[in-house]
């Protein structure tokens, strides 16, 4: 596209939702990793979400400490002592099921103490449960500024990483 003479590259939607979710991220309250979601069905944002404590709690921004970080417990581990509601699922709480089913999650994520991307993100085990059932079918993840890793949804459920390894 040519506008006035010179020559305007305009952003492929993948990295332009991942962008409006990187947006959403700003809201985090989580001391060690941000992160920002937002589903989209038909060009249209149907909800987002980002990680912070539920409504009324205090947030670790609040107390000034990440349990975890405190007990170096390693990440993807032991979500029960995070005060945190994941970006994923106050994404999907916020949304109407009917509104999900065929849809796209977007998902961006940094490192709190650096803004340093988060290489290789991929939701936790309990949020690619909520995803499954709530119909949505990619979620699309960004690696670096411009970089992002697709997912099919159906490839978690025909994979089942909450299957026991038969010895």
Do not use: Q
């Amino acid at each position: 596209m040519s506008y006035g003479g010179y020559s305007m590259k305009r952003k492929d939607k993948e990295n332009y939702y991942l962008d409006i979710a990187e947006t959403v991220m700003e809201r985090s309250t989580c001391l060690r990793r941000r992160y920002g979601a937002i589903i989209v069905l038909n060009d249209e944002i149907i909800a987002t979400g980002y990680n912070g404590a539920p409504r009324g709690r205090k947030n670790c921004g609040d107390l000034e400490y990440c349990t975890r970080e405190n007990l170096n417990i390693p990440s993807g581990e032991r979500y029960e002592l995070c005060r945190s509601v994941h970006a994923e699922a106050n994404a999907i709480i916020s949304a109407s099921r009917r509104d999900m089913i065929g849809a796209t999650l977007y998902l961006a994520g940094t490192e709190a103490s650096t803004g340093d991307y988060i290489s290789e993100v991929t939701p936790c085990t309990m949020c690619r449960r909520l995803i499954i059932n709530a119909g949505i079918a990619k979620v699309i993840t960004r690696n670096k500024k411009d970089t992002f890793t697709v997912t099919h949804v159906r490839d978690w459920v025909f994979n089942d990483d909450s299957l026991p390894a038969i010895l």
